[in-house]
């Protein structure tokens, strides 16, 4: 009987671990594992005003094709920033952080002209970062599941990089891992 590798969780780092595991010269059975409704983890298409596409996820997705031809613009505020504000007592409203984001986008791009669609959301707490000793934790974590020969490995965001490549790239070595072959890097 061949061998069942499980995939926790269908986020883009899962999704593209399955993919290369299934792949492989001689691909296991591969079981992909989600607790949501959909697959895609963090990375999602929502319809905005007069039917735009927003891609929302760890960074900004341009589709392809003539929908792609059109700007996306991405602007994530937070930090000192949201800081500030809270601590004046300030609203927090959609059209605030709309105002804020077309600053900065003129600011710093010299963008002038409003967008066409604007889709605003607050998401507190969400800037993605390791916290002080992270990276120690994951080695320690990484240095047990070897030595105790647990048939695991780790993949994702919460490891090694938040962008969507680093996703990819983490489950492209996770199934490397899980095939028994060393990630090429």
Not at 125 to 131: H, K, V
């Amino acid at each position: 009987m061949g061998r069942t590798v499980v995939v926790l969780g269908g986020g883009i780092s899962g999704l593209a671990a399955s993919y290369h595991l299934s792949r492989a010269p001689c691909p296991p059975k591969v079981v992909l594992v989600e607790g949501s409704e959909r697959l895609g983890g963090w990375i999602r298409s929502v319809r905005g005003p007069g039917d735009a596409v927003f891609e929302l996820g760890p960074r900004g997705i341009r589709p392809a094709g003539a929908v792609g031809a059109r700007t996306l613009l991405l602007v994530m505020l937070g930090g000192s920033w949201l800081q500030t504000l809270e601590a004046r007592g300030s609203v927090l409203s959609q059209e605030l952080f709309q105002q804020q984001a077309q600053q900065a986008a003129a600011a710093q791009l010299g963008l002038k002209e409003p967008p066409s669609h604007c889709l605003v959301h607050l998401h507190k707490n969400c800037i993605p970062q390791y916290t002080l000793g992270h990276w120690q934790k994951l080695e320690a974590a990484t240095q047990f599941l070897a030595s105790q020969r647990l048939p695991l490995t780790l993949a994702g965001a919460s490891y090694e990089g938040v962008a969507v490549n680093d996703c990819i790239e983490s489950g492209r070595q996770a199934a490397a891992r899980a095939l028994g072959s060393e990630p090429n890097s």
